[in-house]
């Protein structure tokens, strides 16, 4: 996964999976979509681009038993995790940059699960990676769509509001991503089927600052990286207070995260 940021945050693998089961919902509805008939086919490889800690990866290798599997991922600390997931020959990581894939074997699937809204002009890149697949080759891509929700507006909020400032001035949060028409209209002429529809999950969390706690792990990163410890904490806890009043725990000790994802499955022409 990649992040723009004035420092690069390193990825906490272990905070990112404390909440596998959420993220993973999304992974395999996903997946669920691709065609498997037309996918995976002899002599292509299944590329999982930002494939994280791998857990993913797995899942895909598990899925399609033919074809050998190939995890791309920015963040060493991930990667190392990623190896660890599985010991199937057929699987293998990369550390590699999305802005600028190159498989090393001709891909049958290209898959992406929650890492091109990272990169800015994302939307440019989908018409490469569907031109790098043969005829009836399948590219699957879900991205979070949540930047207008209280989660992520107060990060900014927060950033505002206390004297790390100056320093999150410069700072690149998730960039927004487009209406699903966008990508419709940009995808389409290179597709031979497409299918685009969004998703809101109603997440249940439970325990202390549990919003803030989710997206320590993926959003917040960047803002984090630029702060020192004592800087960190108070920001931290600030926007915490603003979340819990955005999301307010309920009776049962569940708070409700609502979260809105996009889903693209594309096949060439």
Same mark, same amino acid.
């Given at each position: @996964?990649?992040?723009?940021? /004035? &420092?690069?945050?390193?990825?906490?693998?272990?905070?990112?999976?404390?909440?596998?089961?959420?993220?993973?919902? $999304?992974?395999?509805?996903? @997946?669920? !979509?691709?065609?498997?008939?037309?996918? %995976?086919?002899?002599?292509? %490889?299944?590329?999982?681009?930002?494939?994280?800690?791998?857990?993913?990866?797995?899942?895909?290798? +598990?899925?399609?038993?033919?074809?050998?599997?190939?995890?791309?991922?920015?963040?060493?600390?991930?990667?190392?995790?990623?190896?660890?997931?599985?010991?199937?020959?057929? =699987?293998?990581?990369?550390?590699?940059?999305?802005?600028?894939?190159?498989?090393?074997? /001709?891909?049958?699937?290209? #898959?992406?699960?929650?890492?091109?809204?990272?990169?800015?002009?994302?939307?440019?890149?989908? /018409?490469?990676?569907?031109?790098?697949?043969?005829?009836?080759?399948?590219?699957?891509?879900?991205? /979070?769509?949540?930047?207008?929700?209280?989660?992520?507006?107060? @990060?900014?909020?927060?950033?505002?509001?206390?004297?790390?400032?100056?320093?999150?001035?410069? =700072? !690149?949060?998730?960039?927004?991503?487009? +209406?699903?028409?966008? #990508?419709?209209? =940009?995808? &389409?002429?290179?597709?031979?089927?497409?299918?685009?529809?969004?998703?809101?999950?109603?997440?249940?969390?439970?325990?202390?600052? $549990?919003?803030?706690?989710?997206?320590?792990?993926?959003?917040?990163?960047?803002?984090?990286?630029?702060?020192?410890?004592? +800087?960190?904490?108070?920001? #931290? +806890?600030?926007?915490?207070?603003?979340? %819990?009043?955005?999301?307010?725990?309920?009776?049962?000790?569940?708070?409700?995260? $609502?979260?809105?994802?996009?889903?693209?499955?594309? !096949?060439?022409?």
């Amino acid at each position: @996964m990649i992040v723009e940021s /004035p &420092k690069q945050a390193a990825w906490d693998a272990n905070l990112y999976l404390k909440f596998a089961d959420a993220r993973l919902r $999304p992974a395999l509805d996903l @997946m669920g !979509r691709i065609d498997p008939a037309n996918g %995976a086919r002899p002599g292509h %490889a299944i590329y999982d681009l930002g494939c994280g800690a791998g857990n993913i990866t797995r899942i895909l290798s +598990e899925r399609f038993t033919q074809s050998a599997v190939v995890g791309i991922d920015s963040s060493e600390e991930m990667l190392a995790k990623a190896r660890t997931q599985t010991a199937d020959p057929r =699987v293998t990581f990369t550390k590699g940059d999305l802005a600028h894939f190159k498989p090393d074997a /001709p891909p049958g699937i290209l #898959y992406s699960n929650a890492a091109y809204h990272w990169l800015a002009g994302h939307i440019d890149m989908f /018409p490469g990676l569907l031109k790098l697949l043969p005829s009836g080759g399948q590219l699957a891509i879900q991205m /979070p769509r949540n930047h207008e929700a209280p989660s992520h507006a107060l @990060m900014r909020e927060a950033a505002q509001a206390g004297p790390w400032k100056t320093k999150l001035d410069q =700072v !690149r949060g998730i960039g927004p991503v487009s +209406e699903p028409a966008r #990508y419709y209209d =940009v995808l &389409k002429p290179l597709c031979s089927d497409l299918e685009i529809w969004e998703s809101i999950y109603q997440q249940p969390l439970t325990g202390k600052d $549990p919003v803030a706690q989710y997206t320590a792990g993926t959003g917040l990163r960047p803002y984090m990286a630029v702060l020192d410890e004592t +800087e960190g904490k108070a920001f #931290y +806890e600030t926007y915490a207070r603003l979340l %819990a009043e955005a999301y307010p725990t309920r009776a049962d000790g569940i708070t409700l995260f $609502p979260f809105r994802r996009l889903f693209i499955v594309a !096949r060439r022409a």
